[in-house]
C-alpha cells in the first residue's frame, strides 16, 4: 500500500498563477521529499522537509509538513509551463527497513501559457 | 544527471521469457533500488540493495530476483516475463550515510511482455 497520497491527481492553471498540490501519508516519518517528472524521463529530487520542521522554501517552491495531520503541501508560485510535469511526494519512514521511499500516486501539473 | 545508466532503455519480449535489467553508477553510493511505475500506483519498491551482495525486498518483488556482484552494477531479473510485469523500470540510488535518503533516478527502461 501506498504511504503517500497526492491531491489533487491532476492541475490545470495558466503561467504566472501558484500551483498547490497536498500529500497524505499513513505513518510516521523521518522526512518528506517531493520529486518532479516530466514525460518520459526519471525523477528528480526537488525537496526535503525533515519531521522538525514546518515550512521549508527552495526558489518557488514552498514545502509545509504538518505531522500531526500528517499532510504535507507543495507550492509553486508564478508557475511557468516549464513546470508541467508529474510530482511525487515520498515518505522516509521512521521505523521499518531503512532507506527506504514510499512514493504516493502523483500529481500532473499542466501550466498553460 | 547523476551518473546513473540503465540498459537496455526500451525492450519488448514475449510471455515466459526472462529477461535482465541492468542499473549501472558511478557514484559509488551505497544504495541502489529498483521500481517500477504504472498508470495510477506511482512508484512501487522491487528490490534495493545496501551494499554489495546485501540486497532485500520491497513492496512487490514476486517474480523478481536480484544481484549486486559490485557497487556499481545492480542487476533485476524476471526469471519468466509475464504481461503484468509490463511497465516503465526505473533504478535509483542514495548514499544512505545520513537520514535524508534523498534518491537520484536513472531514465528508466519500458519493458514491453507480448
Known amino acids: 500500500s501506498q504511504q503517500g497520497e497526492e491531491d489533487p491527481q491532476a492541475l490545470s492553471i495558466q503561467e504566472g498563477e501558484n500551483a498547490t498540490m497536498n500529500c497524505s501519508y499513513k505513518?510516521?516519518?523521518?522526512?518528506l521529499q517531493w520529486y518532479r517528472q516530466n514525460s518520459g524521463r526519471g525523477l528528480v529530487h526537488l525537496i526535503l522537509i525533515r519531521s522538525n520542521e514546518r515550512e521549508k522554501h527552495s526558489g518557488r517552491l514552498r514545502v509545509t509538513l504538518d505531522t500531526s495531520k500528517k499532510s504535507s503541501s507543495l507550492l509553486i508560485t508564478a508557475s511557468r509551463a516549464a513546470d508541467t510535469a508529474s510530482y511525487f511526494c515520498a515518505t522516509d519512514a521512521a521505523q521499518g527497513s531503512a532507506r527506504q521511499l514510499t512514493f504516493g500516486s502523483g500529481t500532473q501539473l499542466t501550466v498553460l501559457p | 544527471d547523476a551518473g546513473i545508466t540503465q540498459s537496455p532503455r526500451h525492450k519488448v519480449t514475449e510471455t515466459g521469457t526472462p529477461v535482465t535489467l541492468r542499473c549501472h553508477q558511478t557514484?559509488?553510493?551505497?544504495?541502489m533500488y529498483w521500481y517500477r511505475q504504472d498508470p495510477g500506483h506511482g512508484l512501487r519498491l522491487i528490490h534495493y540493495?545496501?551494499?554489495?551482495?546485501?540486497?532485500d525486498k520491497g513492496e512487490v518483488s514476486d517474480g523478481y530476483s536480484v544481484s549486486r556482484s559490485k557497487t556499481e552494477d545492480f542487476l533485476l531479473t524476471l526469471e519468466s516475463a509475464t504481461s503484468s510485469q509490463t511497465s516503465v523500470y526505473f533504478c535509483?540510488?542514495?548514499?544512505?550515510?545520513?537520514?535524508?535518503?534523498?534518491?537520484?533516478f536513472g531514465p528508466g527502461t519500458r519493458l514491453t511482455v507480448l
Open positions: 540493495s545496501y551494499g554489495v551482495k546485501d540486497t
Open positions: 535509483a540510488i542514495s548514499q544512505g550515510w545520513d537520514s535524508y535518503n534523498e534518491q537520484f
Open positions: 505513518t510516521s516519518i523521518n522526512n
Open positions: 557514484e559509488n553510493h551505497r544504495y
